[in-house]
């Protein structure tokens, strides 16, 4: 790509669903001392989306603390999950009522399994992605890094992929880079790295594998400085994406001089 003088978020967007995004970075509304932290950590990141539980957030209620007296949907785009949700039913319902609460139709899906460990349910994510695409509904889907899988939800018409770097929580990191790299390479959907960033350098070999963007809660919440972290994570995404765009230089098996050996003095 030309170095035509722009800025990353000038010349290169994130495009989701016919809407177009200058930050790669997504964070969460999850395990923050409060929402004004959590605001505070948004400002830093430079993100312009934010999932939101909605089983777990209060965005109603206005006899307790409320996400939006802190960030506002007129400034943020809100993006409703279904974290909780263990069956298709469940999921479906949840953001059916979060779109009678705010009239959301971007929306994240995740269908969990075994709860220690927090593997989404791949064939009940299929379903209930199907319900919700037919309910019309534009859904990102969370699931595993299975490339059969993540075709056959970009087939049925879900509009970003989101297969997990690790298990969700656990800040290990990219466990997995080939099968990352393979759906990256099959997608016609943007895809983006949901769960397990741990680090600064977890979200930068992300976007170095070509995904599109990266989503993270824990790894911004639980540091010991969740606004310098959110910081550094809104670096290492234009970091990782620069990278991978200008195209890094081929891994060798031996030293190869940066000066020629040759003619020398």
């Known amino acids: 790509m030309p170095d035509d003088g722009k800025s990353i978020s000038e010349a290169d967007t994130l495009r989701v669903a016919g809407?177009?995004?200058?930050?790669?970075?997504?964070i969460g509304t999850g395990k923050y001392?409060?929402?004004?932290?959590?605001?505070?950590?948004?400002?830093?990141?430079?993100?312009?989306?934010?999932?939101?539980?909605?089983?777990?957030?209060?965005?109603?209620?206005?006899d307790e603390p409320m996400l939006v007296d802190h960030i506002s949907p007129d400034d943020y785009t809100f993006l409703p999950n279904t974290a909780g949700c263990f069956t298709g039913e469940d999921a479906?319902?949840?953001?059916?009522?979060?779109?009678?609460?705010?009239?959301?139709?971007?929306?994240?899906?995740?269908?969990?399994?075994?709860?220690?460990?927090?593997?989404?349910?791949?064939?009940?994510?299929?379903?209930?992605?199907?319900?919700?695409?037919?309910?019309?509904?534009?859904?990102?889907?969370?699931?595993?890094?299975?490339?059969?899988?993540?075709k056959k939800l970009e087939e049925i018409g879900c509009c970003a992929i989101m297969p997990l770097g690790a298990p969700i929580g656990s800040g290990l990191g990219i466990q997995n880079p080939v099968?990352?790299?393979?759906?990256?390479?099959?997608?016609?959907?943007?895809?983006?790295?949901?769960?397990?960033?741990?680090?600064?350098?977890?979200?930068?070999?992300?976007?170095?594998?070509?995904?599109?963007?990266?989503?993270?809660n824990t790894a911004i919440a639980e540091a010991k400085e969740p606004v310098r972290m959110a910081r550094a994570m809104k670096h290492a995404v234009i970091a990782g994406r620069e990278a991978y765009?200008?195209?890094?230089?081929?891994?060798?098996k031996y030293a190869d001089p940066s000066s020629p050996l040759a003619g020398l003095i």
């Open 19 to 26: 809407r177009e995004f200058n930050s790669r970075l997504i």
């Open 92 to 150: 479906v319902r949840t953001l059916r009522l979060a779109r009678e609460a705010g009239g959301w139709d971007l929306v994240k899906l995740e269908v969990l399994s075994d709860p220690k460990h927090l593997y989404p349910d791949m064939a009940e994510t299929l379903r209930a992605a199907e319900m919700l695409i037919k309910d019309g509904f534009q859904v990102m889907v969370y699931c595993s890094d299975d490339p059969v899988y993540a």
């Open 33 to 62: 001392e409060s929402y004004a932290q959590n605001a505070d950590a948004l400002r830093a990141s430079g993100a312009e989306i934010i999932t939101v539980a909605v089983r777990r957030v209060n965005l109603t209620n206005p």
């Open 179 to 216: 099968n990352i790299r393979l759906i990256v390479e099959e997608a016609k959907v943007p895809v983006i790295v949901d769960a397990g960033v741990g680090t600064a350098s977890d979200a930068a070999i992300a976007m170095e594998l070509g995904c599109d963007g990266v989503l993270m």
């Open 245 to 252: 765009l200008a195209g890094r230089m081929p891994k060798k």
